[in-house]
């Protein structure tokens, strides 16, 4: 790989929380004689705008932006293209490895923070805590039941880094898992892991169809992308 160290890039965040919430890696970058420039419209950025925002770059680090080929062709200088985060389909990756650029994301990073936020949404859905939030706003005192989440069991689609992140925090709760991995649904051939709350236990597979399974979970988080045909 050639050394670009000698050299000062021009680094585009199109991320929208890319240097929002957290300074360092723009001083790092600064620090290494980059020039950064950040997204000035704080949301994913158009064709025409990537075009125009990031078509002289070095290097992008990107969000939710769609990175095609015909955006690609106008990256004359561009070493690599970096996602702030991980999914990279929207990158076109074969227009980038003919033009040589390198694309990078950062798997893992995120995954405690949408396990949180994982966490709290399966316990909001079960104990109606936003029904009850809009009720208090309007000044109405209405006691909901909901649903103990001890002793249920919790479908997680998506056995990754989010999902087996979200099962560690969900064990405190006596609670049963069935996880689907992504290969499994897009192949056709459904299976799933019980795992009991002992951390060292060994998953088992079964092979229960997909819907049934589903059916029966009492809650299920999902952590992927929605299926494609």
């Known amino acids: 790989m050639k050394d670009y160290s000698g050299e000062h890039w021009k680094v585009a965040g199109t991320a929208v929380t890319f240097g929002k919430f957290y ?4 001083e790092r970058l600064e620090a290494a004689g980059c020039e950064v420039k950040l997204n000035p419209y704080g949301r994913p950025l158009t064709n025409e705008e990537m075009i125009e925002f990031a078509g002289d770059c070095d290097a992008v680090i990107v969000g939710n932006d769609k990175v095609p080929a015909n955006v690609i062709e106008h990256f004359h200088n561009m070493k690599i293209i970096a996602k702030h ?10 227009q980038a490895k003919k033009q040589g650029i390198l694309v990078t994301n950062a798997p893992g990073t995120n995954k405690d923070e949408v396990a949180d936020a994982a966490m709290c949404l399966a316990l909001m859905v079960a104990r109606d805590f936003h029904t009850m939030n809009t009720h208090t706003k309007n000044h109405e005192w209405i ?4 649903v103990d989440v001890v002793d249920k069991t919790i479908g997680v689609i998506g ?4 999902g087996t ?3 560690r925090r969900a064990t405190a709760s006596r609670t049963r898992f069935w996880l689907m991995t992504w290969w499994s649904v897009t192949r056709s051939r459904p ?7 002992r951390r060292k236990s060994t ?13 029966r979970a009492r809650s299920t ?7 494609r045909s």
């Open 159 to 162: 056995a990754g880094a989010i």
């Open 221 to 227: 988080s999902l952590t992927r992308r929605p299926f």
């Open 203 to 215: 998953p088992t597979a079964t092979s229960s169809p997909f819907t049934s399974r589903l059916m």
């Open 143 to 146: 006691k909901y039941p909901g």
């Open 165 to 167: 992140a979200f099962v």
């Open 85 to 94: 985060g991980v999914g990279v389909d929207a990158i076109d990756k074969d």
């Open 23 to 26: 300074k360092g890696s723009i």
């Open 191 to 197: 299976w799933a892991l019980s795992l009991s709350a």
